[in-house]
């Protein structure tokens, strides 16, 4: 799997918007980039997901590059319960590893009240 | 139903007992997965369940030896650890393979 560059650690203030980078800059045309995030005491849970254009779903929002070599979720409006580590993960959806979910070691997001 | 469950929470154990964990799920998901985490470490996959039939292993050692008796049920059997395999131990599913996987909360191992 192509490998995702994250700041090990980042703060926020509640209800403000948080903006989490992750650089893939080896990423390939297959590679979907998806986002989950664990917290604490918990499973992974899913964010968001894209390929090409920007995403938002009820959780966040993802914004990709124009080269694809960058992505951002972006949390409109933090509160303490998304304080959480947020894994970046690209996932080739073409060959015998798309049953893989291969973690990096994610950005750990701090919300302050 | 729309949730992954795993049983039991917590597990003690030595290192010549036999235990099992279990994961279950009722959303017709076709496609189980078993991770490792260790402390302040991202999940690492060990096993991959695909319609019911082993699909990959990560490399895992036998001391680790998955079951899925149907589609709803994921089981990993325990024999012989070592206090290394202390971890916390994911379950996920996917609708397929490649799907967005669902994990559980998890069983804490603890191995003495």
């Known amino acids: 799997d192509a490998k995702t560059t994250q700041p090990n650690s980042m703060e926020s203030n509640e209800e403000e918007p948080v903006h989490l980078p992750c650089n893939h800059s080896t990423i390939s045309g297959t590679d979907y980039i998806h986002w989950y995030r664990q917290l604490p005491s918990q499973g992974p849970e899913y964010v968001i997901h894209g390929l090409t254009s920007n995403v938002n779903n009820r959780m966040a929002s993802l914004a990709i590059a124009e080269d694809r070599k960058s992505s951002t979720l972006i949390l409109h409006r933090a509160t303490l319960r998304d304080a959480a580590v947020y894994y970046c993960?690209?996932?080739?959806?073409?060959?015998?590893?798309?049953?893989?979910?291969?973690f990096g070691k994610g950005t750990l997001l701090t919300v302050n009240p | 139903d729309t949730e992954v469950t795993q049983t039991p929470k917590h597990l003690v154990m030595g290192m010549t007992n036999k235990k099992s964990l279990k994961c279950e799920q009722h959303m017709g998901h076709r496609a189980m997965y078993w991770y490792k985490q260790k402390a302040k470490k991202p999940p690492e996959l060990m096993f991959v369940y695909s319609y019911e039939k082993l699909s990959i292993n990560e490399s895992v050692p036998s001391r680790f030896s998955p079951e899925c008796p149907n589609s709803s049920l994921l089981n990993l059997h325990l024999h012989a650890l070592q206090p290394e395999d202390s971890a916390l131990y994911l379950c996920a599913s996917s609708l397929g393979p490649g799907e967005t996987q669902y994990f559980g909360p998890g069983t804490r191992l603890l191995v003495l």
């Open positions: 993960i690209l996932r080739d959806v073409t060959g015998g590893s798309n049953y893989k979910l291969t």
